[in-house]
C-alpha cells in the first residue's frame, strides 16, 4: 500500500469524524438520546479524560485542568509518533495488513486529537442548549476540548434475576461505553493487529521460528 492509498484512508475516517461530531454537536443537547434500534442509540456524551472518561487528576494530587492539558500534550507526542511510525513502514513497504492498520489507528488519534484541542475554543457547551460552532462564548481554550461521543450499543439491557449472589435484582447492560467514528477506527486498527498479526509482521513471525 502506498502513501497516496494511506491519505485516503485517513481523510475519509477523519471527514467522516468530524462530520458526525460537529453534526452532534450542533443538533444535540447534552446527553440527549435518539434511538435508532432497540441495541442501537445515538447518545450525546462527551469524554474530557482519556479511555472510558479516566482522568489524570483522579490519580494525581493536579487540578482537572492541568489533567486535562497534560493529557492532551501526550496525545500530541503519541500522533507524532504514529505518524513516524506510518511513514517509516510505508517507506519500507511493509504488508498492506500493517499499513492499513495504522493508517486506521492514526486517523483514529487524529480525529480524537482535533476535538481535544480545538473544540474548547469553537464551541460554546451542550448544557440545556444545542451548541453553536465558532461560538463567541465558547467553553474552553484551547487544548482543552471535550471529545464528542455519540455511538451506543447497549446490545443486552435487563435486570439480573433475584436469585444471583450480590446482583440479584440489579440492573445489567451490554455494552456500555460510548464512543465516536474514531474510537472506532482505532478499535478496528489494533483489532486487525491482532487477529492478522503474522500477516502484519512476517518476518519477525519467521524469525521466531528460526
Not at 499499513?99 to 487524529?110: D, Q, R
Not at 486529537?113 to 440545556?128: H, L, Q, T
Not at 456500555?176 to 486498527?189: H, L, M, R
Not at 487477529?195 to 512476517?202: C, D, E, L
Request: glycine share 6%.
Amino acid at each position: 500500500m502506498n502513501i497516496k492509498k494511506s491519505l485516503i484512508i485517513i481523510i475519509l475516517v477523519l471527514v467522516v469524524d468530524q462530520i458526525s461530531k460537529i453534526y452532534i454537536k450542533t443538533n444535540f443537547v447534552y446527553e440527549q438520546s435518539e434511538e435508532i434500534f432497540s441495541w442501537f442509540k445515538i447518545y450525546f456524551i462527551e469524554n474530557s479524560g482519556a479511555a472510558w472518561g479516566t482522568k489524570l487528576s483522579d490519580f494525581l494530587p493536579i487540578s482537572e485542568s492541568t489533567g486535562k492539558l497534560i493529557l492532551t500534550i501526550f496525545r500530541l507526542f503519541a500522533i507524532f509518533g504514529i505518524g513516524y511510525w506510518l511513514w517509516d513502514i510505508i517507506k519500507k513497504q511493509s504488508p498492506k495488513t500493517l499499513i492499513l492498520a495504522v493508517s486506521l489507528i492514526f486517523a483514529g488519534a487524529l480525529g480524537n486529537i482535533i476535538d481535544s484541542v480545538f473544540y474548547g475554543v469553537i464551541f460554546d457547551d451542550s448544557f440545556n442548549h444545542v451548541a453553536t460552532l465558532f461560538s463567541d462564548e465558547p467553553y474552553g481554550k484551547i487544548f482543552h476540548g471535550r471529545v464528542v461521543d455519540m455511538l451506543y450499543f447497549p446490545l443486552i439491557d435487563t435486570t439480573w434475576p433475584e436469585w444471583v449472589p450480590s446482583v440479584g435484582g440489579k440492573s445489567f447492560r451490554f455494552f456500555e461505553p460510548v464512543f465516536n467514528i474514531a474510537d472506532t477506527a482505532i478499535s478496528t486498527g489494533v483489532g486487525i493487529l491482532i487477529v492478522f498479526n503474522k500477516k502484519a509482521f512476517p518476518k519477525q513471525e519467521k524469525q521466531a521460528k528460526d
